[in-house]
């Protein structure tokens, strides 16, 4: 069974591609720089900002231990928005580009 070639410098330079790559790249810098900071803000706050990561919100539980908790929640909808939006947009511009291909 021959294997098809494919020409990927004429695929990398088919509008579509570049389109599809263009915001991806853009999707997914701007949530990583997002999920960076994010991340960096406990320990940062925690160490810079014992005061307000010391405030107690019910019994036991304080700031620092919500925010450290809340991480897990914004990952899983960054997680959950990307899906969204590699099923709306990323997948249909893969689909034109693959159709064009044929």
Known sequence: MADKQYDWAAIARNPKFVELHRKKTVFLFGWWIFSTVYYFLLPIGAAFT????????????????????????????????????????????????????K
């Open 50 to 101: 014992p005061g307000l990561f010391k405030i107690e919100i019910l019994g036991n539980i304080n700031f620092g231990y919500l925010f450290a908790l809340s991480q897990f929640f914004v990952s899983w909808g960054l997680a959950h928005y990307y899906a969204h939006v590699a099923n709306k947009d990323f997948d249909r511009l893969t689909r034109e580009l693959v159709d064009e291909l």
